[in-house]
């Protein structure tokens, strides 16, 4: 049979082969040349005519996308081509796809973009000191060159302006004998600690869900970049501190969507008091204590400390963050406590605010567990502790809608924030609305050990900034082989320029191909869709 005639022949096209790679839009000329079946021939398309179909197939797909040898593409083309053509072209076509991606993603580099995966090497450098690598490493390049950026110490960066104003009304509200300032503060510790500083000093029990590999950034199984400020508490205060602010980047694994970044910004807060100190102005205060022998855990107080003493310092925790935050936001803000649960903490509270018509939750705080002062040295002291997020209070108060904003380095966005005084009003304002491209991916699920901040740390490390959201949209378990397949939504969004469907596609085939090779994922990547709109 000619070429000619194989390209022409639909008349015993296989059905099933046919629509199945036509639904995958390939091009019409390709398909028909590769689904053709030529009774003759015993249902196998010729050998020598082979050549001439792939190389239609790779013009037509343009980017030498060797669409038809995916996953769900092989039985069907290993039913029409002789064993040993067809590991050949598979060999070949994986080869193309490969040198392609590379290639491509190099082309796109000036937007950050490189296939990262996790480090995968005897050692690696933090800020200047080598860490050995276990199994427990799980740190990507994307998250390793944030390290060290420190936005909360660039000038007039949104962050900065942020720990500046809650720092000057620390230094302004609360005052020594000497009028010196209360409260001490540091920004610049190192974000590498210890698993023993991030949970144990913490009293984070060994079990706890926060400890996950899936949830945080390990250097190996005893260092990991610190999920909270918290990690420098035990320190801070073993050093003999009674008041003090600790503020740094934080590191988790985590979902993407625009309030959700692996890497972000918290405040510490910390406050101790002892007997003297707390009962000072309280009438016949000399006859009260802070602790008692026989006292028992209720959902008022913890075990050791008397009600009076909880009572006072959860009074001025309250009062030191309702000044906080209508400094900040203003003195007519609405204000309201929520009962939570925090593992070092007991009592707990959240604070949300009424912004803009709805309630939104903006710090966590509460009453020290004594165990974790005792064990900081401060046997004779009892105080409170909150934590908020920089990110999530410069949102709010200067209308950023995006949380990757915060790591651009476009001046149109850094000048908004060169202010004459720390103090001054802004409002963001808008570079520009670049549409947003939607692709589609769906995979079955390996067999064992896969979360959901796998992927998401996956599309991070691929797609970098580039990619604005990442939802769930879909579950399968198939009825028979129990195996489970999701589909993910990702949403491609520029911030300083509009991207291209031949762009997203790029990177989008990057990322099926690390879901492959690094999730153990098996692809469907012909669910994939592909929209814009347009805003």
Known sequence: MSYKKSLSCTKSIQGAVYQSLLSRSLSSTATVAIATIDSEQDGRLPSKHLG???DSLWQDLNLNDPSTMRMYHRPYLQSLLP????????????????????????????DGLTAQSIVKQKSLEVLGQTYCCDEYTNITPKILSKVGRNLHNSPHHPLWLIKERIKSHFYSAYTGRWGNPLFSVFDNL?????VEQNFDSLLIPKDHPSRKKGDNYYLNHNTMLRAHTSAHQTELVRSGLDAFLAVGD???????????????HQMEGVRLFSNHELFANVTNGEELNLFEKRGRRTPQKQKTHTLEAVKLVEFSLKQTLTH?????????????WVECYFPFTHPSFEMEVRFQGRWLEVLGCGVMEQDLVYSAGAEDKIGWAFGLGLERLAMVLYSIPDIRIFWSEDERFLKQFCLPSI?????????????????D????????????????????????????????????????TKRTSHCYRITYRHMERTLSQKEVRIVHQAIEQAVEQQLGGEGSWSSSVHFRIWD
């Open 52 to 54: 001439k179909v792939f």
């Open 83 to 110: 064993d040993s053509v067809y590991k050949h072209c598979l060999y070949n076509c994986f080869r193309a796809k490969k040198q392609t991606v590379t290639r491509n993603l190099r082309c796109l580099s000036s």
């Open 190 to 194: 190192n974000p590498v600690v210890t």
């Open 250 to 264: 934080v590191y988790r694994r985590d979902e993407i969507d625009a309030s959700h970044y692996p890497v972000f």
């Open 324 to 336: 906080l935050i209508r400094h900040l936001f203003g003195e007519e803000l609405e204000i309201r």
């Open 423 to 439: 103090d001054h009003p802004v409002t963001f304002q808008a570079i520009s609305k670049y549409p947003p491209l939607w692709n």
């Open 441 to 480: 991916i769906s995979f079955w699920l390996p067999a064992e050990g896969y979360e959901d901040n796998d992927f998401y740390d996956l599309v991070r490390s691929v797609g970098g900034d580039l990619v604005e959201k990442v939802a769930l949209v879909d579950k399968f378990t198939h009825s028979k």
